[in-house]
């Protein structure tokens, strides 16, 4: 064998490059692989609650609370959804209805009032516009709870009281889907505008025919939004409704939690039956929904 002979110069850089670029890929490699690692514990976390909502649905009580605890039902039953749907508990089918009338009416009401508002403060200048806007900023300050007691009163004088007109028409006004609507309006050009009333387009029909159609994506949010907050609204239908009838399908479950008894298989069940709509909505507008969230934060 002959002497072995010493690496070039170019041959002892290119084996430095070789070596920095596999330490770099393994350095990608286990970033990656950390990275990974965080996001299943996180999503096991965040779904380990919801798949035991699924499976303690087709537990009865005891099972429930056996120890030890078992994930899976061991001895699956219907018996709580039979019960729920039934009617023999609570009128669960009725409160199901009465959410999804109440939630349907007051996005769409509220999608109405949130566009108009913001196309006035987004388009025209007027007087007071500035003070105006200001004011309407300064109420999302305002907790929630501090308005319940002036909103009972005045639904009290409208003779609004167990209605569903005493959901519906508080929580389609919202300050925070006006201010939304605005600053997505904003980006509605002037240009068009002012060529669509040369063709002879109403003010309105700026709103509707120009200013709604290139809303879409915002809307698309805000709709979502809207009907995820009345959908699992619990507080306000609490205080203004009085029947078994009237009540929205949170304020029915929680009819299910006794003095002496919680009937915590039943709870499972409607939760569960509860959560399909609001799966279904987000499946199906999922493009719209995250085309809204990402509008404006690349300009090209």
Known sequence: MGAMRPLTRSAQVSRGINARDLYRSLRRRARLGLLFLVLLVLAVLTGAPFVYMITGSFKLNAEIFSYPLHFLPREPTLSNYIRLLNGSEIPFVRQFFNSAVIAVNQTLLSLLIAS?????????????????????????????????????????????????????????????????????????????????????????????????????????????????????????????????????????????????????GMILAGAFLATLPILAIFVLGRNQFVAGLTAGAIKG
Do not use: C, H
């Open 116 to 264: 108009l508002v913001g196309w006035g403060f987004a388009k025209y200048e007027f007087r007071g516009k500035r003070p105006l806007f200001v004011f309407l900023l300064a109420t999302l300050m305002f907790p929630y709870q501090v308005t319940l007691v002036p909103l009972f009163l005045l639904m009290v004088r409208l003779g609004w009281l167990d209605t569903y007109w005493a959901v519906i028409i508080p929580g389609s006004l919202s300050a925070f889907g006006a201010f939304f609507m605005r600053q997505s309006m904003l980006a509605v050009p002037n240009e068009l505008l002012d060529a669509a009333r040369i063709d002879g387009s109403s003010e309105f029909g700026l709103y509707w025919r120009v200013g709604l159609p290139l809303s879409g994506p915002a809307l698309s949010v805000l709709a979502v939004l809207t009907f995820l907050g009345a959908w699992n609204d619990y507080l306000w239908p609490l205080i203004v409704l009085r029947t078994a009838e009237k009540f929205t399908y949170p304020v029915g479950l929680a009819t299910l939690v006794g003095l002496y008894k919680v009937e915590y």
